[in-house]
Every structure is written in structure tokens, then in C-alpha cells.
């Protein structure tokens, strides 16, 4: 259910500035080679941010395209209202093949397979599917490998001949776009400029070739062809430190997690904090209780290490981190003095204010900002704002859905 909430009394809130991400899409439209539109990939519910709101603001912003993962998440954001071209590139046998037919989605197709279901689900409902073909050049997940590629096209081409599908685009994947020079990323642009020639030749006329990620979008234009798919860069997160940070590409983080500090105490040198003992206080100090714990997504990996921002000073998390809860030391003195319950303590923002950014937390936890903001639960309401005024917009009660 979403809802009204009272945004002072949320334990634990995750601020979506909705601003910000307008303006990261304008940043990523300026850096496309000419003639790329933009793709927003709002797939795991936008990593995390809440997929309708984060696809209007990318729509109003001049993305031409969305992305998804599963075909559930592209039929919510139809049921919304929305009508921009979606593709939906992870289907299983079975999958509601139909309902995307008629909901105008541009489905992936990978192998022959997923083309007989397709066209058996075309012909059931009585129109034409949009379809679009994806190459493995080398990542070596989903996707057609270079050997089939030719009967999966002839296929294809058949199916449009006898009006079942329509191939709108043919598309692959990069590997290692975030590591800068790797040899890899030149060998799978290579192979997809032969098999888009091959498609080509043999009949297939897409609408649109893309095989360019974040990585590629903001450092190989000659990848760019026709779409650019911008998936973590959106969110104004980095896609590698290596290739530079946020703030270089000129993105800001839209995401900044809060929580309300849940009990201050004095305890005695040596007291034991949390499960396991592994953390002993070295003095007697005052601790703080953080209510968000492993259950809302907070990595139980970055125990010991994972940056909060509390009492105007940056500490870590005292011992493990456990379901619901963790705790800080604050030590001792004026600013530990200062806080009290209701205080408020930002595990992650977009760092200009002395907080922590998710790629801090990365660190922390031996993982990627991706895994940081996606994994953020249902139990933390997302809180909309506008960072061009600063005006909440909404909240999602239920932490998921759409602003209101």
C-alpha cells in the first residue's frame, strides 16, 4: 500500500532526489555520440529507487527509451500509464509472452526457443510482436553465441515475412567496459559490427543497435551506435572508480539513506557490543543504536567498517551488524554529548555534506555501489524530493512504489 506518511517520525527513510536524476540523465544525453537517444534502465525497482517515479523523471529529462529486466517490471510501469518504448530482455519459458505482445513491449529474444514462443504468443493474440535480437559478443551470459546467430536470424527474418514479429533491434552486452584498455571491449564491438551486418544483410532492418552499458556510455562514443542503455550512471553512481567518480562525469548520487538514532548510553570500558562480542569498548564511551540492520539491506559484510555520519563526525559501525539494528561508538566529548534519540544519521548520501557514499559502503562491504542502493529493502520508505527546490514530493509507504 502506498501512502502518506509522516516523513519526522520514519525510523529509517531513503531521500530520492528526483532532481538530480533529471539532471544526471542531461549530463549522459550530452555526452551520446549524434544520433543516440537514451535508454533508462529502471529494472530491481530503478536499483532500488522506486521505477515509476525514476522513469517519468528520466522520461521528462529526454530519455527516449526504458529497460528492464523481467517482463513483470515492464507491465507495472505499462499498468502506470506509461507508453515510451520499454524493452524487457530477461524471459523464461513460459513468461507472460502475450500480455507484452499487447502491451507494445520490444522483447528480448536470445535464442530459438524464446523466438517459437514468441511467435506462438503473436499469433494467439492476433498481432505482430516487437522483437528484439541479442548477440553474445562475449560476456558469455545471456544471448545468442556468434555460431547460432544465423539460424536464429533466418528464423526471425521468416517470422517478420509472415507478420508474427517485427525485429526491432539487435543488441548485445560489454563484459568489461568499466576497465579501462581491457582487451575485451574491442574484441565484442568488433564481432556485434559483424553480426548487425550479417542481420542486416539477410533482411533485418532494426529500429535501433545498442550494445553500449554505463561504462561505454561515458567513455567509448564509437559504441554508441543508435541507444545508449544507462543503467547505475542514472542513479549518479559511478560505474568504476578506475574510469573516474561521480562527480568527474558530472552525475550526482540520487539516493542518500537516513536512519533516526534509536537509544544513547553510557557503558563501561570493555563492554561487549552486539552478537559475537567483536567489538569491546576500549573506554567507557557512549553508544548509539541505528535502527536498520541486514534485514533493510544494510550489508551485514560491512560490520566493523561501514561509515555513518552521526554527531557532525563520521564513525563506524561498533561490532556486527545485525537484523534490524547496529551500533555506533560515539566516544566521548561535546559532539557524542550532543546527540540524542531522534538524531538523525546518514549511512550514505551523495558525500558534498561530509556523509558517506554508497561507493564508501562498497568498500566497506568487499562489493559494488550497484549491490549497495539495489539491496536497500521494503521496509525503508523511499521519500521523494526535488532537488531543483528542495520540496518533498512523497513517499512510498510501502518503501517501493510510486511518489504520491
Sequence with gaps: MTGTVHTSALRGRAEI?????R???RALRARLAPGAGLMAVVKSDAYGHGALPCARAALDAGALWLGTATPHEALALRDAGIRA??????????????EGIEAGLDMSVSAMWALREV????????????????????????GCQPADWPELVAAARAAEVAGTVRVTGLWSHFACA????HPSTAAQLDVFHELVAYAEKAGIEPEVRHIANSPAALTLPESHFDLVRTGIALYGISPSCELGSSAEFGLRPVMTLTASVALVKRVPEGHGVSYGHRYRTPAETTLGLIPLGYADGVPRHASGKGPVLVGGEVRRVAGRIAMDQFVVDLGTGPDADAVREGAPAVLFGPGDRGEPTAADW???ADTIAYEIVTRIGPRVPRVYVDGADGQEEGVGGDGRGAGR
Design 17 to 21: 532526489d528526483l532532481g538530480a536524476l
Design 23 to 25: 539532471g544526471n540523465v
Design 85 to 98: 518504448p520499454i524493452l524487457c530482455w530477461l524471459w523464461t519459458p513460459g513468461d507472460p509472452w502475450r
Design 119 to 142: 511467435t506462438r504468443a503473436a499469433r494467439e493474440a492476433g498481432r505482430t510482436a516487437r522483437i528484439q535480437l541479442k548477440a553474445d559478443t562475449g560476456l558469455g551470459r545471456n
Design 178 to 181: 568499466d576497465e579501462p584498455g
Design 362 to 364: 562498497a568498500e566497506a
